[in-house]
């Protein structure tokens, strides 16, 4: 079953618009980590954010903001203004512990394109 | 210089050759990780080693081997390449607080 739903595939917008793209999770532990990345043209993977299952807070960073509501398993981005250089896909992961090991690591989702025309 | 350094940055190889993807850091982490990217399907988890004597399969080890030579080497090995291996692939780094990755820049697969 898939763990991370990124159920946008493609978002396309006009320069200075507001986007959200959307993430929801299946988990069954109780503590875990949630991030998003960005993978611009040029394919690198890029850190965006970093949330724990304990702390709800939204954030705000410049013209990016984080909504995490634990409620619906949901931990939605969204660019404010956007621009051009926005321009990438841009994935939501979980880290939670693999069933065969034990061990953590991170289930990405399918990712969402994100195009912003100028 | 890059933190995570992977070699080569393209390969084109036919069907059936054997290929070593190589990944290099610096950071000092015990965990490193191989991941397959392919378009509509996000990155997915090949294998995983927490340390040097401590290798795990992840969800699409299938056709793939790695190696930990060290701590900061770790290797991911076709044994004998397919068509539909053809993907980008990842390697990554972590300190294991907090599960966040370091990203190398990536290798770009063909297999003819």
């Known amino acids: 079953a898939q763990k991370v739903t990124q159920a946008q595939t493609e978002i396309s917008v006009v320069e200075k618009e507001d986007v959200t793209l959307d993430c929801v999770y299946e988990t069954r532990d109780t503590t875990y980590y949630l991030f998003w990345y960005k993978q611009p043209p040029s394919g690198e993977l890029v850190f965006l954010i970093r949330?724990?299952?304990?702390?709800?807070q939204n954030e705000i960073s410049g013209r990016y903001s984080w909504n995490f509501q634990k409620s619906t398993s949901s931990f939605n981005f969204t660019i404010t203004a956007s621009q051009v250089v926005d321009s990438a896909v841009y994935f939501c992961?979980?880290?939670?512990?693999?069933?065969?090991?034990?061990?953590?690591?991170?289930?990405f989702g399918s990712g969402t394109r994100l195009q912003v025309q100028p | 210089d890059a933190d995570v350094t992977q070699t080569p940055r393209n390969r084109i190889t036919k069907t059936g050759k054997r290929i070593m993807l190589e990944c290099s850091q610096t950071k000092g982490h015990d965990r490193m990780y191989w991941y397959r990217q392919d378009p509509g399907l996000g990155l997915r988890l090949i294998y995983y080693s927490f340390d040097v004597k401590d290798i795990n399969k992840g969800e699409i080890s299938d056709g793939y081997s790695v190696s930990r030579q060290a701590q900061a080497k770790f290797s991911l090995s076709l044994e004998s390449a397919i068509p539909n291996q053809t993907a980008l692939y990842f390697c990554?780094?972590?300190?294991?607080?907090?599960?966040?990755?370091?990203f190398g820049s990536g290798t770009q697969l063909s297999v003819l």
């Open positions: 992961a979980l880290s939670e512990r693999l069933r065969d090991t034990g061990r953590r690591a991170l289930t």
């Open positions: 949330r724990n299952s304990f702390d709800e």
């Open positions: 990554a780094t972590s300190d294991g607080s907090g599960e966040k990755l370091f």
